[in-house]
């Protein structure tokens, strides 16, 4: 997500939550998708931000529509990357083999940011190919990177991401 932040952070507040099961906040609790947004709802209080613009990719998306018709006076605009909205898609179900080499490239990723051989070797050939138009370290380097830019303005941005297989 970093390719968006560091544009809009020059103007924006950007936060990028870390969804409930995914990335860093890994649970063992069941949770539903409602959760998910009653989790941002209480971070943008929590945040005291009273209206912002919301940058959802994928499933990030999806819950970026959610609270924009749930909180149309609170959510200004939308910017949504590789979304839905209605999550079924004319994509292929993803093979074993493609959600196995997700795996490996995420965790590999993680370790080594970027690393040609695992963009050549599992990235091509995972789930990602759907998401990148280019498989280059550049791109696998910025994805799903967390951060938190201060404001220099008084409006906020709000960058959900996640990857849900």
Known sequence: ???FTDALSQDFLTITPD????????????FVMEDHLTDLEALLDQLN???????????????????????????KGLILVATAANPI?????????ELINT??????????PG??????????????KYLFSEHSPEAYSFWLEPEVQPPS?????????????
């Open 1 to 3: 997500m970093k390719v």
């Open 19 to 30: 969804l409930r099961g995914y990335g860093r906040s890994k649970t063992r609790s069941p």
């Open 49 to 75: 931000i009273q209206d912002c613009f919301i940058l959802g990719w994928s499933l990030g998306g999806i819950l970026a529509l959610e609270l924009a018709l749930r909180y149309p006076d609170r959510i």
């Open 89 to 97: 898609s004319n994509l292929p179900s993803p093979t074993k083999s």
């Open 103 to 112: 795996l490996i490239v995420g965790g590999l990723n993680w370790l080594r």
């Open 115 to 128: 690393w040609s051989w695992n963009i050549n070797t599992f990235g091509r050939r995972s789930i990602l």
């Open 153 to 165: 303005k008084p409006h906020a941005t709000l960058k959900m991401h996640s990857w849900q297989p």
